[in-house]
């Protein structure tokens, strides 16, 4: 299957703006009412189009790739992308070690 691996940094944004790009990307869980609920709030990624082995690199399916690239350029998030072929069913997995 053809993916491709994105190699970020965000050394140099303030801490607030990466909290917005981390939750645009892969959503976040919502708290309300003190914490007595949660809810997830889903992000621009779907949940099994991306994998996330270690920090500051991500692996999504070649068909959501821009959509990357996209909000990293948006924001000046430095980033190195290179086309790889993967399993097929690695990102079912979320067990990636």
């Known amino acids: 299957m053809e993916a491709t691996i994105v190699l970020?940094?965000?050394?140099?944004?303030?801490?607030?703006?990466?909290?917005?790009?981390?939750?645009?990307?892969?959503?976040k869980v919502q708290k309300s009412n003190?914490?007595?609920y949660e809810y997830e709030v889903g992000g621009t990624l779907p949940e099994d189009a991306y994998l996330r082995?270690?920090?500051?690199?991500?692996?999504?399916?070649?068909e959501c790739h821009?959509?990357?690239?996209?909000?990293?350029d948006e924001y000046g998030v430095k980033h190195r992308s290179f086309d790889v072929e993967v399993q097929p069913g690695i990102f079912k997995n979320k067990d990636f070690f």
Request: hydrophobic share 40%; proline share 5%.
């Open 8 to 27: 970020y940094t965000t050394r140099g944004i303030e801490p607030r703006v990466a909290t917005k790009i981390y939750e645009t990307l892969f959503g």
């Open 34 to 36: 003190y914490g007595r």
């Open 53 to 62: 082995p270690v920090r500051a690199v991500i692996i999504v399916k070649r």
């Open 66 to 72: 821009q959509q990357v690239i996209e909000l990293f």
